[in-house]
């Protein structure tokens, strides 16, 4: 009997979980799909999967949607720059923010516990009630309208800062004991000790936030006017607006939008998990 309720658990875990891959793998396979297929055999009364001739019947692959994607679209100089950003701003991230967290868990300063529950409390404002103020800021640095203005004012995250704080704040002290002992100053214990020991952290944080300004649109939106600085969702934005319902074109260009971020995901699944895992823990 036991064995029975087991075998009807596993049947409808596993029928709950095929159900949820194809909720959520499905809408990819059907973007790449129809990025394969001419315009012409996007809309069939039979939707099919595979690139199909609508009049022959016969499976194809077409990739003439990626090359007029690079080669008209624009999407080839808004990838560019979407790398620069993003590398910039994830990079800039992790040192600020690393740097401020070993501060706030490390060492012992003057109302240090206060100054962390004020920045805390800014993750209850919306972005959209700071983003004039920002704007602004972002201008009377003459940052409008350049990379720069999208990389320097996101150089920061307080939801980072909270992550990188909790882990450093359980890395063993009697660490930096020894190290100061040998006369290793407080930027020696951050470089040689707190990093090293925090790859798992840094991994999570790196990732999200590579995510999160690979898919950003609008900050891009408001600070950028100029085409040649667009990002690449600011060209999707362009590209689905003019396209005229060339949907192949679209979701050739929407694929070359994901695809970087699932190589990314999938190479630094394992640390992400881990370093997700270990985050929370408490001694």
């Given at each position: 009997m036991k064995n029975r309720k087991r075998l009807i658990i596993k049947f409808i875990a596993i029928l709950v979980l095929s159900v949820l891959t194809i909720v959520m793998v499905g809408p990819f396979a059907w973007m790449i799909s129809t990025s394969l297929k001419k315009s012409s055999?996007?809309?069939?009364?039979?939707?099919?999967?595979?690139p199909r001739d609508k009049k022959t019947g016969e499976i194809y692959i077409n990739f003439k949607n990626?090359?007029?994607?690079?080669?008209?679209?624009?999407?080839?100089?808004?990838?560019?720059n979407t790398i620069i950003v993003t590398f910039s701003a994830t990079v800039l991230n992790l040192l600020i923010n690393s740097m401020a967290a070993f501060s706030f868990a490390c060492t012992k300063w003057p109302a240090r516990k206060k100054i962390f529950a004020l920045l805390l409390s800014t993750m209850m404002v919306p972005f959209y009630t700071i983003l004039i103020p920002m704007l602004f800021i972002t201008k009377s640095l003459h940052l409008y309208n350049s990379l720069l203005g999208l990389i320097i004012p996101m150089g920061g995250s307080v939801y980072n800062l909270f992550l990188m704080k909790?882990?450093?704040?359980n890395i063993p002290v009697d660490l930096f004991e020894a190290a100061k002992i040998d006369g290793i100053g407080w930027f020696g214990l951050y470089r040689k000790i707190a990093l090293p020991l925090s790859k798992p952290v840094l991994t999570v944080v790196g990732v999200t936030t590579f995510i999160w300004h690979w898919n950003s649109y609008t900050w891009p939106l408001v600070v950028i006017n100029d085409p040649t600085n667009y990002t690449l969702q600011l060209q999707l934005s362009l590209l689905v607006s003019s396209s005229g319902g060339r949907y192949s074109l679209m979701m050739a260009a929407a694929t070359v939008a994901v695809f970087p971020i699932l190589i990314v995901f999938i190479i630094f699944q394992k640390y992400l998990i881990k370093g997700i895992t270990l985050t929370g823990l408490k001694e």
């Open positions: 055999d996007v809309f069939t009364e039979i939707p099919t999967l595979l990626y090359l007029n994607v690079f080669k008209y679209s624009g999407i080839g100089k808004a990838f560019l909790q882990f450093f704040g």
